[in-house]
């Protein structure tokens, strides 16, 4: 895995006016408390993001319980219990809310107009209506977007190199507002490729099922994951299933090549969850205010194949397909 530093994010200039005081700011003498807004049910589901959020907390000289506190919240991919959540954050008056996916981000930003948030996970910050520009957020919100948008066509173009295939799947969270925009996005870059893209659809865990089988009768040839916190959390049971119906599946997280699926392609997620305690610090200290802290977005993006897998499938890799992967699992 590359090294976490800088040099991985860039971050669009902004300007460096004073921080406001919101109303919801630290209190000197006082420890600060962090809410942590996530997308999972528990703490072991998101034992890894949190960990590396944690080490990038104490890479800056915070120990959990000693100079820093973490209120965490899990709503289980309940959307109510997002805004609840937020809402019981807000209530507590942590000072700075922390919130991980897009919709954890929207519940933060109802609950609050003057505690400082910091999100994480977000694939369009501007077209989701979080923050006015990259360079300037305005308000009291800023944080790191994944770029996930972006992304998704290059995943069917590494499918496609891969597997040669025609037509794919696009699964997709229909409860996600960008849905459509990743199917539009994908079919402008992939058509000249000559792939059809199809985008599947599931709203819940007990969807899954239903799509990997519709996606084996359609005779799609592979499975794209677009980047979503359901997706995520139902890795283990969205791997099963494309190993079940032989279907290969790029992902774009480096956990989801060593779960099994066949590939992944996407930003160095430790890193980005190391970096947040950045901008937690920078906040705290009132260098700037979360409204002038540009948001960050990945440079580096890291390709991980699974060569068991890809057995398990029948495929044959090409040297020179995996002499350009970051890692190949065995």
Do not use: C
Request: glycine share 10%.
């Amino acid at each position: 895995m590359a090294n976490v530093g800088r040099r991985e994010f860039i971050a669009l200039l902004g300007g460096a006016a004073a921080w406001p005081t919101w109303a919801g700011g630290q209190t000197q003498g006082k420890i600060p408390t962090v809410g942590v807004l996530w997308h999972a049910a528990n703490a072991e589901e998101e034992k890894f993001p949190l960990a590396q959020f944690r080490a990038g907390l104490q890479d800056i000289g915070y120990v959990e319980g000693r100079n820093i506190i973490l209120e965490n919240r899990f709503p289980a991919e309940q959307p109510e219990r997002f805004y609840a959540l937020a809402d019981e954050l807000a209530r507590i008056k942590v000072d700075i809310l922390f919130a991980v996916t897009r919709l954890a981000a929207l519940a933060a930003q109802r609950a609050t107009k003057t505690i400082p948030i910091v999100f994480m996970a977000v694939a369009d910050p501007v077209g989701s209506k979080l923050v006015d520009t990259l360079a300037r957020p305005g308000g009291n919100i800023t944080g790191l977007a994944n770029m996930a948008l972006e992304l998704t066509p290059k995943r069917f173009e590494l499918l496609k190199e891969v597997v040669g295939l025609s037509k794919a799947a696009l699964l997709v969270n229909a409860t996600d507002p960008a849905a459509g925009r990743y199917v539009e996005l994908s079919n402008m870059a992939v058509g000249p490729l000559g792939v059809t893209v199809e985008p599947i659809e599931v709203r819940t865990p007990d969807d899954f099922e239903r799509a990997f089988s519709g996606i084996s009768e359609k005779g799609l040839q592979g499975v794209v994951t677009t980047q979503d916190g359901l997706i995520y959390n139902e890795q283990p049971r969205m791997i099963r299933l494309a190993l079940q119906h032989r279907l290969p599946l790029i992902g774009y997280s480096r956990e989801m090549a060593v779960n099994g699926a066949l590939m992944s392609y996407g930003p160095n997620n430790a890193a980005m969850f190391r970096r947040a305690g950045t901008f937690v610090d920078k906040i705290l200290k009132g260098t700037k205010g979360p409204g002038d802290l540009p948001v960050e977005q990945p440079t580096k993006f890291e390709l991980f194949i699974n060569l068991k897998t890809a057995k398990a499938l029948g495929l044959d890799i090409s040297p020179l397909i995996l002499s350009r992967a970051d890692e190949v699992i065995e």
